[in-house]
């Protein structure tokens, strides 16, 4: 796959490094990144919080539906994290391919049947697994693209986070040979997460800035523990 080298979502690992728990991750230590650990504590509404539901919470719509996305995540990110820690076995990458290819799929037929999913349908914890099932659709470049402008709308609606918006958007560009906006992709495998020289990563980090995301410098420090995590 054309993008497979680039950052995969790792939810449970790298939430789990700011001390977050989508899903069923367990915390571990905020201090093995304090930059965006204090990050967090200071913008408690960012889009690094957990995209769980909560108490209180009106009953999603279609729970059907949030259970398909909840299945077919979980068997996104068990396969995933099988692979990643054997990332030279094609048997595991091959299993990573089809699981890929039946979620494209899935989706696009949901997309064409009923949208991409709202929050009054699925919750914000359904719209987010419904970008992660989009965000490793690099089978289908375009459809990515084509839903940079609904993502933008979730954001809007308070129904995606900022930090989803961010990955696709550099996800698009990087397809098309441009360079990144917010510089959240790296060469997961080669596990280079080396900074860009001074004034791009001054621009970068003002992108970021702009979309409400913590400078740069602490994602990329959140990125490398998840990586670690992952072996």
């Known amino acids: 796959m054309r993008h497979r080298k680039y950052t995969p979502v790792l939810a449970l690992a790298a939430a789990s490094i700011l001390g977050r728990t989508p899903l069923s991750a367990g915390p571990q230590p905020a201090e093995e990144c304090p930059g965006a650990a204090a990050w967090v504590v200071e913008h408690p509404d960012s889009s690094y919080t957990s995209h769980a539901q909560p108490d209180g919470t009106p009953?999603?719509?279609?729970?059907?539906?949030?259970?398909?996305?909840?299945?077919?995540?979980?068997?996104?990110?068990?396969?995933?994290?099988?692979?990643?820690?054997?990332?030279?076995?094609?048997?595991?990458?091959?299993?990573?391919d089809s699981i890929d290819t039946e979620n494209v799929a899935w989706l696009r037929k949901l997309i064409s049947e009923k949208g991409f999913p709202t929050a009054a349908q699925v919750g914000e914890e359904g719209v987010h697994l419904a970008w992660i099932?989009?965000?490793?659709?690099?089978?289908?470049?375009?459809?990515?693209?084509?839903?940079?402008?609904?993502?933008?709308?979730?954001?809007s609606a308070g129904e995606l986070p900022a930090n989803d918006l961010a990955r696709t958007t550099d996800r698009v560009l990087l397809a098309s040979g441009k360079p990144q906006k917010y510089g959240t992709q790296f060469d997961w495998f080669a596990g280079d997460f080396s900074l860009p020289e001074p004034s791009e990563l001054a621009k970068l980090d003002a992108s970021r800035a702009q979309l409400g995301l913590m400078p740069l410098a602490d994602y990329v420090c959140t990125l490398r523990k998840a990586r670690s995590a992952a072996k």
Do not use: F, M
């Not at 059907?64 to 595991?92: I, T, Y």
């Not at 099932?133 to 954001?155: E, S, V």
């Open 133 to 155: 099932l989009l965000q490793h659709a690099d089978q289908d470049p375009k459809l990515q693209t084509d839903l940079l402008p609904t993502l933008q709308q979730r954001l």
């Open 59 to 96: 009953e999603v719509k279609e729970s059907a539906l949030l259970g398909e996305l909840k299945v077919r995540v979980e068997k996104d990110q068990s396969a995933r994290k099988r692979w990643l820690a054997e990332q030279g076995n094609e048997e595991l990458a091959s299993a990573v």
